[in-house]
C-alpha cells in the first residue's frame, strides 16, 4: 500500500524557521495537503494543493513541492504553532487516500 | 458555514458493527462537487483515512477496511455515515467526518469493549 514518510519530531526555537518534510512516489502526480493538530481538537487545514493557504492561515505558513518530496514551512515560527503536523495525498490513481506519520513540532 | 458533527455509541462490543452518523449543517451535503470522509486515529496514535463518498454516491474505501467498511449519504436528512463491522479493540479510535480536505467535525470517541 501506499505510504506517505515524515519525520517523527522537528524543533526549532521561536523566530526560526521550520521545515517539515514529506516523501511519497506518487506526489509528482496528486496534491499534497498539510494539517495542524492541536491535543484534544480536531486537525487544521494549513496548506492545500501543495501550496496554498486557505483563509485565516497566517502569512508564516506556506508549502513548496520538488519532485517525491513536499515541505510545510513555517517562518518565524511562535509558541503557538507547537502540535503535530501531517501531510495527506493520494496514491497515483488518485482513488485511496493516505496520511503522512505525522511530525510533532517542538518549539523549544 | 459548513459545520460537521459525528453523532453515534461512544462504546461497541467485539464482534458487532461501529455505527456513526455525520450531521452537515450550515449548507447543503449536495451542493458543490465535494465528497465526504471518514477518519480516525487511535489514542496517541496518527490520522486513518478510513474511505469517502461523493453524493452521487460513489465510494472509495481504505483497502485495509474495505471489507468491513460501507459509507453511505442521505442527502434528505443532510447525514452521511459509517459503519464498520466485526470490531476489535483495534478499532477503538477517535472518528472524524470531513468535507473533503477543509471542513471537520469535533470527533467522537469510539471504545471497543465487552
Known amino acids: 500500500s501506499y505510504e506517505l514518510t515524515q519525520p517523527p519530531s522537528v524543533s526549532v526555537s521561536p523566530g526560526q524557521t521550520a521545515r517539515i518534510t514529506c516523501s511519497g512516489d506518487a506526489l509528482p502526480k496528486q ?15 494549513v496548506i492545500y494543493k501543495d ?15 520538488s519532485g517525491t518530496t513536499v515541505t510545510l514551512t513555517i517562518s518565524g515560527v511562535q509558541a503557538e504553532d507547537e502540535a503535530d503536523y501531517y501531510c495527506q495525498s493520494a496514491d497515483s490513481s488518485g482513488t485511496d487516500q493516505v496520511f503522512g506519520g ?6 523549544l | 458555514q459548513v459545520q460537521l458533527q459525528e453523532s453515534g455509541p461512544g462504546l461497541v462490543k467485539p464482534s458487532q458493527t461501529l455505527s456513526l452518523t455525520c450531521t452537515v449543517s450550515g449548507g447543503s451535503i449536495s451542493s458543490g462537487s465535494y465528497y465526504w470522509s471518514w477518519i480516525r486515529q487511535p489514542a496517541g ?26 459509507i453511505s449519504v442521505d442527502t434528505s436528512k443532510n447525514q452521511f455515515s459509517l459503519k464498520l463491522s466485526s ?18 467535525g469535533q470527533g467522537t470517541t469510539v471504545t471497543v469493549s465487552s
Open chain 2, 87 to 104: 470490531v476489535t479493540a483495534a478499532d477503538t479510535a477517535v472518528y472524524y467526518c470531513a468535507r473533503a480536505y477543509d471542513v471537520w
Open chain 1, 51 to 65: 501550496s496554498e493557504r486557505p483563509s485565516g492561515i497566517p502569512e508564516r505558513f506556506s508549502g513548496s513541492s
Open chain 1, 31 to 45: 496534491y499534497a495537503y498539510w494539517y495542524q493538530q492541536k491535543p484534544g481538537q480536531a486537525p487544521v487545514l
Open chain 2, 45 to 70: 496514535k496518527g490520522l486513518e483515512w478510513i474511505g469517502r463518498i461523493y453524493t452521487s454516491g460513489s465510494t472509495n474505501y481504505n483497502p485495509s477496511l474495505k471489507s468491513r467498511v460501507t
Open chain 1, 102 to 107: 505525522g511530525t510533532k513540532l517542538t518549539v
